[in-house]
C-alpha cells in the first residue's frame, strides 16, 4: 500500500460493523452469499419497509423491548458501495430502477427501495409541517389533536434524533442562484433545515450517502433497532397478508433478486401486530393484494405527488450544481399567495444537477441536448413543487393492482395543476433573470433558451400547458391509506390502526389526507413517532422516548 493510501482517512461503515457483531439479517447477497431466511419466522411486530416511517417505529418498539422482524424488498447498501454514480445508485436503490411513473406516463416519480427506503437517497431538506396544512387536516379530517402546539414536542424528538438543524454552510452556488434571484424579486429566501451530521457537502445525497453524513434511517435507527435484536429480511418482497376476521394472522412473503425475481421459496411470517410502511403507492398495493376490506372504498385514493415543475438557466458564472449539499435555500412566497384551497400554490428549491438528472428531467431531447451539455457547469436548476390535495379540482392519483400485483398509480394532471405549472414557470424565470441568468428555459416541450424576462413572460405565456408538453415529476409520494377520526372518511384511525382491522397499524407517508405543500419526511418521522411510542405503550406497557 503506498504511504499515500495507507494515510487516507478511512470512513466507518455502520452496516458492516453491525454485521459483523452479530446483526440478524437475511435475505442479503452481502460477500457474494445469499442467506435465505428461515421458512417461518414469528415475531411481536412484523415491520414492512424500512423506510422513515419503519425506521422510527423499529428503534421505538424495540426500545420498549418488543421482538420485531423488519421485512424490506430492496437490498442492503452502505457507503462503502455508494460511490456518487448515478449509473449505480437508480438501479440498485430506487422503485423500479428510478423509472417508476404515472399510468399516464406524464410524471416519473422516485421512490427509495433500500433499506433505509427514500431516507437513503432523499436530499436531506427538513421541513415541520405547515400550520395551514395541520389546519385542513383539522377541520376536514377530524384530526383536531394534530396541532402544530400538539406536534410540538414530537418534531423536537425527531430534530434531536436526526440532527436537524438550519444549514450552517454556505449554500452551493446553484442555491445561491435562488437566494439571489429570491431576494431581488421580492420572494424571501430562507435557509433551510437538514438532517446531517459531520457532512462533507459532497452533493451525493440522492445517491446514497457516502461519508453517513446523512442521518438517514440506514444510519439512524434501522442500526438501532438491529442492535436491540431486531430481525432484518433484505430483498424479500410483502407478498399479502393472511387475514382472518377482522386480523391479520401473517405475512406471506417472497425473497427476490435485486431486478425482483423471486429468489427461493416464499415464507410466512406470523405476528401479534403488523406495522405497514412501505410508503405511499406501495402500501395500499399490499392492502389491495391482501383483500384487506375498504368499506368506503377509500383505499389507494388521494395519492399526492407534489407535482413538480423545473426551470434550468445558464449562468455567466459556473454553477457545478452536481456539487455541494443539494438543497440548502427555499421561498415559500408563492405558496402563500391565495389561500390554501385556491389556485395552487408553490415553493421554490433547487435539485441536484447530476448530469443523467439534467439531461433527461429538463426537456427537450435529441441534438438539442448538445448545447445542454456544454452549457452544464453553468446550468442552474430550479423547481416549484405544487401542493396538491386542497382544492376540488385536486383529488390526487388512485392507486390500482397491474396484472402481476404490482402497484400502479393514476394520476391526472389536470387543468386546476397545469395552471399552477405556468405561474410557476413565470416565477422561476423572473427570479433567474434576475440573479443574472443569460438564458432561462422552462421545462416544456415547446420552449426554447430565452435570453430576457420579457422574452421569457411572452414566450411562457403562448406555450400550451398540457400534459406531455409541461414537464412535470416528483420525489414525495403521499396519501393513499389516509388518517381521518371517522372511518367514512379515512382508511386508518388518528392512532394510526386501521379502521378495520384490528391489529395491523400503518406508519409511513400514506397517511397523509393531503399533500403537506413542504418535503415530507419530518411529517413522515413525527406522526411515526407519534404512532410507535403510543402503539409499544399498549403493546409493552412500556413508555419509549425517541431522544
Ligand atoms: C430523490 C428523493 C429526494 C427526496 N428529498 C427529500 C428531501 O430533501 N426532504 C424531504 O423531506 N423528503 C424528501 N424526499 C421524500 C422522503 O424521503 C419520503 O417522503 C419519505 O422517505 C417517505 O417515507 P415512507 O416511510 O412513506 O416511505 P419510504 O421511505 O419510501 O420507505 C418505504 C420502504 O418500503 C419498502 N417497500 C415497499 N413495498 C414493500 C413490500 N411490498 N415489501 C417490502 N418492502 C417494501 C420500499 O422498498 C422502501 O424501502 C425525497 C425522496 C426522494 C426519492
Redesign the pocket.
Known amino acids: 500500500m503506498s504511504q499515500e493510501q495507507s494515510n487516507k482517512p478511512k470512513i466507518a461503515d455502520p452496516i458492516k460493523e453491525g454485521l459483523a457483531r452479530g446483526w440478524k439479517v437475511f435475505g442479503t447477497e452481502l460477500d457474494g452469499a445469499f442467506r435465505a431466511p428461515p421458512a417461518q419466522l414469528d415475531c411481536d411486530v412484523l415491520i414492512?419497509?424500512?423506510?422513515?416511517?419503519?425506521?422510527i417505529t423499529a428503534e421505538l418498539l424495540t426500545k420498549a423491548g418488543l421482538k420485531i422482524i423488519i421485512?424490506?424488498?430492496?437490498p442492503l447498501r452502505s457507503s462503502s458501495d455508494f460511490r456518487q454514480l448515478e449509473a449505480e445508485a437508480y438501479g440498485q436503490l430506487?422503485?423500479e430502477a428510478g423509472g417508476r411513473k404515472n399510468t399516464e406516463q406524464t410524471m416519473p416519480i422516485?421512490?427509495?427501495?433500500?433499506?433505509?427506503?427514500?431516507?437513503t437517497?432523499?436530499?436531506?431538506?427538513?421541513?415541520r409541517t405547515p400550520a395551514s396544512t395541520l389546519e385542513v387536516w383539522a377541520s376536514k379530517y377530524g384530526l383536531s389533536d394534530m396541532t402544530p402546539a400538539a406536534l410540538g414536542p414530537w418534531f423536537e424528538q425527531v430534530e434531536r434524533r436526526l440532527n436537524i438543524g438550519e444549514w450552517m454552510g454556505e449554500p452551493n452556488a446553484n442555491n445561491d442562484v435562488l437566494r439571489r434571484g429570491a431576494l431581488k424579486i421580492g420572494a424571501e429566501p430562507v435557509k433551510m433545515h437538514r438532517n446531517v451530521k459531520g457532512c462533507w457537502n459532497l452533493g451525493s445525497?440522492?445517491l446514497g450517502c457516502p461519508t453517513n453524513a446523512k442521518q438517514s434511517?440506514l444510519v439512524t435507527t434501522i442500526p438501532a433497532a438491529l442492535d436491540l435484536g431486531a430481525t432484518l429480511l433484505v430483498q424479500?418482497?410483502?407478498?399479502r397478508y393472511e387475514l382472518q376476521g377482522d386480523r391479520v394472522a401473517a405475512l406471506i412473503?417472497q425473497p427476490i433478486h435485486l431486478n425482483g425475481d423471486a429468489n427461493g421459496a416464499p415464507l410466512r411470517i406470523t405476528a401479534k401486530h403488523f406495522v405497514l410502511?412501505?410508503?405511499?403507492i406501495?402500501?395500499p398495493?399490499?392492502l389491495m393484494r391482501s383483500g384487506a376490506p375498504d368499506p368506503h372504498k377509500l383505499l389507494g385514493k388521494r395519492t399526492f405527488l407534489h407535482p413538480t415543475l423545473v426551470s434550468s438557466a445558464v449562468m455567466p458564472e459556473a454553477v457545478q450544481g452536481w456539487a455541494g449539499a443539494?438543497?440548502s435555500v427555499f421561498s415559500d412566497h408563492f405558496l402563500h399567495q391565495h389561500p390554501v384551497d385556491g389556485p395552487v400554490g408553490f415553493k421554490l428549491e433547487t435539485a441536484p444537477v447530476h448530469p443523467a438528472f439534467a439531461m433527461t428531467n429538463l426537456g427537450g431531447f435529441g441534438a438539442e441536448l448538445g448545447p445542454r451539455v456544454k452549457a452544464y457547469p453553468h446550468t442552474h436548476v430550479g423547481i416549484a413543487l405544487l401542493r396538491d390535495g386542497f382544492h376540488a379540482e385536486s383529488p390526487g392519483g388512485t392507486v390500482s393492482l397491474k396484472s402481476d400485483g404490482s402497484a400502479a398509480l393514476a394520476y391526472t394532471l389536470s387543468d386546476y395543476l397545469l395552471e399552477g405549472a405556468r405561474r410557476a414557470h413565470l416565477s422561476m424565470a423572473e427570479l433567474q433573470f434576475a440573479a443574472g441568468a443569460k438564458t432561462v428555459r422552462p421545462g416544456h416541450e415547446q420552449a426554447a433558451d430565452y435570453g430576457s424576462w420579457e422574452a421569457a413572460k411572452a414566450a411562457i405565456a403562448r406555450l400550451d400547458y398540457k400534459p406531455f408538453l409541461t414537464v412535470v415529476g416528483s420525489?414525495?409520494?403521499?396519501g393513499g391509506c389516509s388518517l381521518a377520526a371517522e372511518a367514512s372518511r379515512g382508511v386508518v384511525q388518528p392512532d394510526g390502526r386501521h379502521w378495520q382491522l384490528k391489529n395491523l397499524s400503518v406508519?409511513?407517508?400514506?397517511l397523509f389526507p393531503t399533500s403537506i405543500g413542504?418535503?415530507?419526511?419530518?411529517?413522515?418521522y413525527t406522526l411515526?413517532a407519534r404512532l410507535a411510542t403510543g402503539l409499544a405503550q399498549s403493546l409493552s406497557g412500556k413508555a419509549v422516548q425517541l431522544a
Open positions: 414492512v419497509g424500512s423506510g422513515a416511517g419503519a425506521g421485512v424490506e424488498e430492496g430506487y422503485q422516485l421512490q427509495g427501495r433500500c433499506v433505509g427506503g427514500s431516507t437517497v432523499n436530499w436531506a431538506g427538513a421541513f445525497c440522492g434511517m424479500t418482497r410483502a407478498q412473503c410502511a412501505g410508503g405511499a406501495n402500501s398495493a399490499l443539494p438543497m420525489a414525495h409520494v403521499m406508519h409511513d407517508g400514506s413542504a418535503n415530507p419526511q419530518v411529517t413522515v411515526a
